[in-house]
């Protein structure tokens, strides 16, 4: 009886083998961070859109008024917008006020935050102003800041801190959104929210 021989895998064949399973390894080393980060950013949008319900849901409840200003809360030399960081809101108060902080304490609770795990950070600039500086949009209706934030994202700037780094939500009031930029409106109780992307570029959407 002739007996069968048993034929083993060449060299070849393993190292073919090991390299496909080193190459796919490889794909999704790199495709996963990417992965998480977009799904991160999609959150980040779905965050972006509830925090416009909750103002149209606070402007519902105060006749269609937007939150009030604190003066002791300002950022820049101009005064002419109010920064509210997450660590400065009471959460533990049992205020009914209208200003921003009120407002974020009140409508957003302590769990609105960052898919990374930090908090959110709120700058308001409550008129849309043309921007004065080198940053200036191609489109010269857009708000200042929003000008800001977009070249940020578009240089890997962080100028006046908005980029994605900071969690900087910035409420233009007055202003729509066109696209990933805010431009002034007709409207003064029109609100546009922007938010710098961890991936790439500004996310923007209005009341």
């Given amino acids: 009886m002739k007996k069968l021989e048993r034929k083993g895998f060449t060299v070849i064949e393993v190292v073919l083998v090991l390299a496909i399973a080193g190459l796919i390894f490889a794909m999704a080393f790199i495709a996963l961070p990417a992965l998480q980060r977009n799904q991160r950013d999609a959150q980040r949008r779905d965050d972006m859109a509830t925090f416009v319900d909750a103002l149209k ?17 300002t950022h820049g030399p101009s005064k002419n917008n109010v920064q509210v960081k997450r660590d400065r809101v009471d959460y533990s108060s ?5 200003e921003w902080k009120d407002f974020y304490r009140n409508y957003l609770k302590e769990s609105f935050m960052d898919p990374s795990g930090v908090g959110y950070n709120l700058i ?10 080198v940053h200036n949009p191609i489109n010269k209706d857009e708000c200042q800041y929003s000008a800001t934030m977009n070249y940020n994202a578009s240089n890997h700037a962080n100028i006046w ?47």
Avoid: W
């Fill in 94 to 98: 049992t205020s009914d006020g209208v």
């Fill in 57 to 73: 849901k606070f402007q519902t409840n105060n006749r269609g008024a937007l939150p009030t200003y604190n003066n002791d809360n």
């Fill in 161 to 207: 801190g908005l980029s994605f780094a900071n969690h900087y939500i910035l409420v233009e009031i007055g202003a729509t959104c066109d696209g990933s930029h805010a431009t002034k409106s007709n409207n003064p109780r029109k609100v546009a929210v922007l938010y710098a992307m961890e991936g790439s570029g500004v996310y923007c959407v209005n009341s």
């Fill in 124 to 133: 308001v600039e409550p008129k849309c102003r043309k921007p004065s500086d």
